[in-house]
């Protein structure tokens, strides 16, 4: 097994689950081959993978968009193309890969694919308390299998405060392009977000809440104990209606 190579043969039994099983044991998978080549269009082709060898025929860099030099066994005589690995399946429990889909390419012709964003730099708008905000981290792109880059570089350290980066002026390698909007944001350097909790004077942040509510509170308590005093005083205990006694009057000295 080595990089950019993959053997794989014709499956003949097919939407049997029983058979898919049975495969997912040996460390083989069901997929399906499809697309175009040098000699025309590819109808679908039901075949058996090897997880381990499909693993080991991708770069570690490039990764799924390594072109493979796939040989399909089986059937009157092998059959040589070249592909992609378009898409792939996993178990969502045991994250081990369930099914293959791979992409016939013709090496002449121009295939999509999707490529990173790597950022590099540091804008200098944070020296102002900016924020680098990334907006997108894949691109999607068009080039012949060969030319498909293996990631594209995003240089922010021009970015000011409120300055954007925009798909369109990105730099990409010769003979790619790309197909996202031209328009769409990639990356700003956002203005730092002001702190709009209100702070109560004399009292900590934290605190102003509690201190805002225990200002009613204790106002209400006031007025609850001034509603239960009596009015007038000592006298305000004799029963309504009925004077209270006048003093004796002492006799004059002589």
Request: charged letters at 25%; glycine letters at 10%.
């Amino acid at each position: 097994m080595e990089v950019g190579k993959l053997t794989v043969t014709l499956r003949e039994k097919t939407g049997h689950k029983g058979a898919a099983r049975q495969l997912r044991a040996t460390g083989k998978v069901p997929g399906v081959c499809y697309g175009a080549s040098v000699d025309g269009r590819i109808e679908p082709l039901s075949i058996i993978v090897e997880v381990k060898a499909l693993r080991a025929a991708l770069d570690p860099v490039r990764k799924h968009n390594t072109v493979i030099n796939l040989t399909i066994e089986g059937g009157t005589a092998p059959r040589s193309l070249h592909a992609l690995v378009k898409d792939y399946q996993i178990d969502p429990v045991r994250r081990d890969i369930r099914h293959v889909d791979l992409i016939a390419v013709d090496p002449n012709k121009e295939v999509t694919s999707t490529v990173p964003l790597e950022f590099t730099g540091k804008p200098k708008g944070t020296i102002d308390g900016g924020q680098l905000r990334i907006v997108m981290r894949n691109l999607e792109v068009r080039a012949k299998p060969a030319d498909i880059p293996i990631k594209v570089n995003v240089d922010v350290s021009p970015l000011g405060i409120g300055d954007v980066v925009h798909v369109s002026t990105l730099t990409l390698p010769p003979g790619v392009t790309s197909i996202t909007g031209r328009d769409l944001a990639v990356a700003t350097c956002a203005a730092p977000e002001e702190d709009k909790t209100p702070v109560v004077e004399g009292v900590p942040a934290e605190g102003a809440a509690a201190a805002a509510g225990a200002a009613p509170a204790a106002a209400g308590a006031k007025d609850a104990k001034d509603a239960k005093a009596p009015a007038g005083g000592k006298d305000a205990k004799a029963p309504a209606g009925k004077a209270a006694p006048a003093a004796a009057a002492k006799p004059a000295k002589k």
